[in-house]
């Protein structure tokens, strides 16, 4: 599978999405001195119960076998872990979920980045309701942009599906992002 961090990223923030949450933080880690890369997603989401935990990640699970559940978070897993990182899971029902993938930053296995300005413009235009927060730290310096501080008033939150609002959020990543 080929899959750059950015798909990793969209597909792990749909779960949350689709989980019900009100609250969903993305975070990428670049250390490229500590041979790290990470990136966590976090939502205050359904949350899922430990029997269905100890499945999720297993990509041969027999609920997979039914085509019901998709390898989004299998694929993830065994990436990360294929990276000489690791994958950590943790979720309580009626409180949320933690998904973290950590790459040696060296791999040459790890994921290009892909384009992760235009995914979380994508993320936040197409699911304006949700508080989304995105922090992209590299080498330790840190770059934040949240929902929050765009939208001043409650109403204003369908103002984050026109399209120059999307741009700007993208273009605002993009520059702050470069290295
Ligand atoms: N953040 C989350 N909160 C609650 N349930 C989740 C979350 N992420 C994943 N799940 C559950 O795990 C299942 C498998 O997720 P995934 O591997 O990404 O495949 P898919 O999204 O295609 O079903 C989801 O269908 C959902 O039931
Ligand atoms: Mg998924």
């Not at 730290?137 to 026109?162: C, H, K, M, Q, Y």
Request: with cysteine; net charge negative; proline share 5%.
């Amino acid at each position: 599978m080929l899959e750059d961090l950015s798909m990793h990223v969209l597909d792990i923030a749909e779960n949350s999405v689709a989980a019900g949450a009100s609250d969903v933080s993305i975070e990428i880690d670049e250390d490229k001195e500590g041979n790290r890369l990470s990136m966590t997603v976090e939502d205050n989401g359904r949350g899922m119960s430990p029997e269905f935990l100890s499945r999720v990640t297993d990509p041969f699970a027999t609920t997979r076998a039914t085509g019901k559940v998709g390898m989004g978070i299998p694929f993830l897993k065994q990436s990360a872990e294929l990276c000489g990182g690791e994958f950590i899971l943790r979720s309580k029902i009626g409180a949320g979920t933690h998904i973290e993938a950590v790459f040696a930053y060296d791999s040459i296995d790890r994921p290009p980045p892909g384009d992760m300005p235009a995914t979380i413009m994508a993320l936040f235009m197409g699911h304006p309701e949700i508080n989304w927060k995105y922090v992209h730290r590299i080498n330790g310096e840190e770059f934040s942009l949240s929902t929050e501080e765009l939208v001043e008033v409650p109403e204003d939150r369908e103002s984050l599906r026109a399209a120059e609002v999307g741009l700007w959020i993208r273009d605002h990543i993009k520059k702050r992002s470069r290295r």
